[in-house]
Every structure is written in C-alpha cells, then in structure tokens.
C-alpha cells in the first residue's frame, strides 16, 4: 500500500468519526435528578419514601450560634466595603500634574504645583520612586501609586 492510500484510509475512517463526536455534542442531554440529602433532626422520623419528603426543621444548637454571634462581633482587619482611607485622609488632596525625566534618567513629578524627585516628602508622604506614568508614595507602613487624573 502506498503512502497516499494509507491516507486515503485514514481520512475516511476519521471523518465519520469525526462527525460522529460533532453531531453526539449536540444532542440534549438527559437530566439527572439530583439526590441532596436534607437534614433530619435527631428526634425525627424518619421519612417514609424519597417521593414523599419534605424539608425537616432543625433547630440550631445553642453553642453553635453562641458561636457565631462571637464571629460577628470579631474584628477581621480592613473592610473590602468599606471607604479607601487614601481617597478619605489628605491622599485625595494629592493631585499628579506631570513626571519629567532629565537626560540621566533622574524623574521628577510635579504634585500639587510643586516639584519634587525621589527622596523628598509632600503632605507627609515620602515620595520613593518616579516612574513614567505614576509616583509611588509611602507614608509609615503604607504605600501606594499616585496616578494622573482620569480624563
């Protein structure tokens, strides 16, 4: 058997094959009931049938919402909901105006009509890196990027 019919063979086996997986795609798939066990109270009887379940009530333990009443009044650090302290405290008076760069590749960044490169400090921040299109700002343990105004 030569080359070409060794192909031959291989693309009439492969595409009813192929057709066959592309038309078994689109066939509506049956739906499987799903078997969720409800939750059955101790003292409960149990149900008679599967058909003729219902919901059981359980009433919840006494230590477990003592529980989660102690989780609720625990402190768990920084809202994600909550108000950005940078946009709320004296970073949202920090308005950037321009960055420049001189030939040495030295940045500067004109913040609030002033001039300032990395090292100096403006409203309390310290301004530690200048680059292309935002200036990093630090103040204690906080940091963050100040960028150009949206348009």
Do not use: C
Request: net charge positive.
């Amino acid at each position: 058997m030569t080359k070409q019919q060794v192909q031959i063979v291989v693309i009439a086996a492969g595409i009813p094959l192929m057709a066959f997986l592309f038309w078994s795609n689109f066939k509506p798939k049956k739906k499987k009931a799903a078997s969720v066990p409800l939750p059955v109270a101790q003292d409960a009887p149990a149900p008679a049938a599967p058909a003729a379940a219902k919901p059981v009530f359980v009433p919840a333990d006494a230590a477990v919402l003592e529980a989660q009443k102690k989780n609720a009044e625990r402190n768990w650090g920084k809202d994600p909901f909550a108000a950005d302290p940078y946009k709320a405290g004296k970073a949202s008076q920090l308005h950037l105006q321009g960055i420049s760069f001189r030939a040495d590749k030295v940045g500067y960044a004109f913040i609030n009509n002033e001039i300032v490169r990395a090292g100096d400090s403006i409203v309390g921040y310290e301004v530690v890196e200048i680059l292309k299109d935002k200036v990093l700002l630090k103040k204690g343990p906080q940091s963050f990027y100040l960028t150009f105004p949206e348009q």
